[in-house]
């Protein structure tokens, strides 16, 4: 009878054949992949802990009390804006999951990269700065009162919550936990120490207002029913301060792999010949125009 009850909690809240068939997706082609590349035991672990973590988040009833408790709903995106992302991307499977696409795949998006819409969608998707406010504007936007009621009251607008919150994490922890001088990474290995710093600040205080507010900032929760008897004041505080403190810590574990990372490149020289290398070829681009 427990073991009943247990598996009733990975029953999904809201049936979504989009993230099903998008979770699929991702694992053939990393499964695939692993027979080209090889894999480390550290990055299959990273990867599949990853996955996971964001579907226990986002497709079992887990999803019933992130609409009817706040601090769930703070935990429930600690989970799809910082932790899940963040496990995934640094197991890099970008490369792994590329391999495991059909050969004539490969070639139409090796192809399209080449194009100027490829390479455009790349420069969006890479952007040093962008990229970053994104993430940041992602988690705040949601949090605007008036923006959480209906995001919470109409399924379209919740899904779109929650897929963007997933997606902006994929293309940040993507920028931070690259392993190469500049270029040819997108950041250079100091903005990537820097730049967790910069992201987690607004957050910080944004969870410090939410927690320290006395007035119920989203009565939401208390006209649908909250799930679990507490108080809207007590509610409130506790999701503030997840998103203050647990989701800050995942930004420094962050910024401490990009610090490792600045300080492998600065031993082995690679970052005065990213330097060089630069340098010329802005030269020679100065020459041929």
């Given at each position: 009878?427990a073991c ?7 029953v999904p809240w809201?049936?979504?054949p ?12 990393f499964?695939?992949?692993?027979r080209?590349?090889?894999v480390t035991?550290?990055r ?14 986002m497709?079992?009833?887990l999803?019933?009390y992130?609409?009817?408790m706040?601090f ?8 799809l804006?910082h932790?899940g ?11 792994v999951?590329?391999?495991g696409?059909?050969?004539?795949w490969r070639?139409?998006?090796?192809d399209?990269l080449r194009?100027?819409?490829g ?9 040093k700065i ?6 940041v ?6 949090l605007l009162?008036s ?9 379209r ?5 929650n897929?963007s ?7 940040y922890?993507?920028l931070?936990?690259?392993?190469r001088?500049?270029?040819?990474a ?20 944004a969870?410090a ?9 989203y009565p939401?929760?208390?006209l649908?029913g909250?799930a679990v ?22 930004e420094?574990?962050g910024?401490?792999?990009?610090l ?11 970052l ?11 030269k ?6």
């Amino acid at each position: 009878m427990a073991c009943m009850d247990s598996l009733e909690w990975l029953v999904p809240w809201e049936f979504s054949p989009t993230l099903v068939a998008s979770f699929i997706v991702a694992i053939v082609l990393f499964v695939r992949g692993q027979r080209v590349h090889h894999v480390t035991l550290a990055r299959q672990v990273y990867f599949w802990s990853g996955m996971v973590l964001l579907y226990l988040s986002m497709h079992t009833r887990l999803d019933y009390y992130a609409e009817r408790m706040f601090f769930i709903h703070r935990a429930q995106h600690l989970v799809l804006h910082h932790l899940g992302p963040l496990l995934v991307m640094a197991a890099f499977p970008g490369q792994v999951m590329r391999a495991g696409l059909p050969m004539a795949w490969r070639l139409r998006l090796r192809d399209f990269l080449r194009t100027g819409p490829g390479r455009a969608a790349v420069a969006v998707l890479t952007n040093k700065i962008f990229v970053p406010a994104l993430f940041v504007f992602l988690v705040l936007v949601w949090l605007l009162p008036s923006v959480q009621f209906y995001s919470m009251l109409d399924w379209r607008l919740y899904r779109l919550m929650n897929w963007s919150v997933v997606i902006s994490g994929f293309m940040y922890w993507n920028l931070i936990l690259d392993r190469r001088p500049s270029p040819p990474a997108a950041m250079s290995p100091g903005g990537r120490v820097i730049s967790p710093i910069i992201t987690m600040a607004p957050q910080m205080v944004a969870g410090a207002v939410i927690a320290f507010s006395e007035s119920d900032l989203y009565p939401l929760f208390e006209l649908c029913g909250r799930a679990v008897a507490m108080s809207a004041q007590t509610d409130q505080t506790i999701g503030g301060l997840t998103m203050w403190i647990p989701a800050a810590l995942v930004e420094v574990v962050g910024l401490m792999v990009a610090l490792g990372t600045l300080m492998r490149l600065s031993a082995k020289g690679r970052l005065r010949k990213a330097d060089r290398d630069a340098r010329a070829r802005a030269k020679a681009r100065a020459v041929s125009a």
